[in-house]
């Protein structure tokens, strides 16, 4: 591989994505805010950028098209806009990777890092041929709505097939919300290791949901068969009835669980930032919902949601592609925060 290299073999990109010292993102770290540390990759991002790349990546930040341009779609049936993984050459592919790494937390990067290498298994099971929907680690995009600052709004994208992360930075304040994970395949063998993605998350749920008593039971499983996503992409105005049952009806441990599953998701930010969101969403527990849709057998396909004033998050199995346990869409969500709209109204 040589510096004038455009599109990077995937033992290349797979190396750069699960490095962990990334360029630029280190600098000071935990010395202040995470957000400075953010807006000091971003800014050193478009350092590495041909005058056009910019032009390509940067939106204004009340660009309404572009904020909401993002999907589980693969290449060739979904349009995203900002700079392909597959042009970029290594140190800005690695710039694009140390804004990534500098807002989230390890499980998060590590989140990117299994999306991205099982998207190049349906690429190789498909061939590796370009055709009219194209899966792989050359398919991702990335963009910036506003200017890297520290006193002025902006936010990243970063997607493909299955990833949908939003970051929106307002001052000291991160938020994720809204994105979409998930993969497909959720199982697969890389360098001879067994991966199973969101392993953890999918363990803790089934945990929660069979320590509920039967009578708890009875209002917590709604349905045998799973459900798809409520909320996913295209639906930021719309607010489902709470259902399920609610988390003043737990016992405590119950509301261990609980909390447990929602770190799991919050915690694909930043421990900094991760924090504070668990903080203020656990102040409103009591109001907070879980419910399920299918079978409570450990390793079923099942469907379990979140909700509550703050906070949104579901996980969806899908038929389409072989068995629903290993194609999953999964949202996250804050209600009115997504896109940091609650800091906005504070400015």
């Keep these: 591989m040589t510096k004038k290299s455009i599109s990077l073999n995937f033992c290349a990109v797979l190396l750069l994505f699960t490095s962990t010292v990334p360029v630029g993102a280190q600098t000071e770290a935990n010395t202040h805010d995470q957000s400075v540390n953010v807006t000091a990759a971003a800014e050193a991002l478009l350092q590495t950028l041909s005058d056009g790349q910019r032009a390509a990546v940067l939106f204004k930040f009340n660009d309404a098209e572009q904020r909401v341009r993002w999907s589980n779609l693969p290449t060739g049936i979904y349009q995203r806009r900002g700079l392909r993984t597959g042009d970029l050459k290594p140190d800005q ?51 910036i709505l506003g200017a890297p600052s520290r006193t002025e709004p902006w936010m990243w994208q970063f997607g493909g097939h299955h990833l949908a992360i939003n970051a929106t930075i307002i001052g000291d304040h991160i938020t994720l919300a809204p ?72 016992t405590e441990q119950q509301h261990v669980l609980l909390k447990k599953l929602l770190a799991q998701r919050i915690g694909l930010l930043n421990e900094e930032d991760a924090a504070e969101r668990q ?69």
Excluded: C
């Design 93 to 143: 592919l690695q710039a694009v990777f140390a804004v990534i790494q500098a807002t989230l937390s390890p499980a998060g990067w590590q989140q990117i890092v299994d999306n991205v290498a099982g998207d190049e298994v349906l690429h190789k099971n498909s061939g590796g041929r370009p055709g009219r929907v194209i899966f792989g680690k050359d398919e991702y995009y990335f963009s």
């Design 179 to 250: 994105s979409l994970t998930g993969g497909q395949p959720m199982r697969y063998v890389k360098d001879e290791k067994q991966i199973v993605q969101m392993a953890d998350e999918v363990k803790l749920a089934f945990e929660l949901v069979n320590s509920l008593n039967d009578e708890q039971k009875k209002k917590a499983v709604l349905e045998d068969q799973f459900a798809d996503l409520a909320l996913g992409p295209g639906r930021d105005d719309v607010h489902p009835a709470p259902a399920g049952i609610r988390a003043d009806e737990l």
């Design 279 to 347: 903080q203020a969403i656990e102040a409103q527990l009591a109001e907070t919902w879980f419910s399920w849709h299918g079978p409570t057998s450990s390793g079923s396909a099942a469907y379990y949601r979140i909700q509550g004033p703050r906070v949104f998050m579901e996980y969806s199995p899908q038929q389409l592609g072989g068995s629903p346990q290993d194609h999953i869409h999964a949202m996250y969500r804050e209600f009115e925060n997504d896109y940091g709209l609650e800091w906005l109204n504070e400015k």
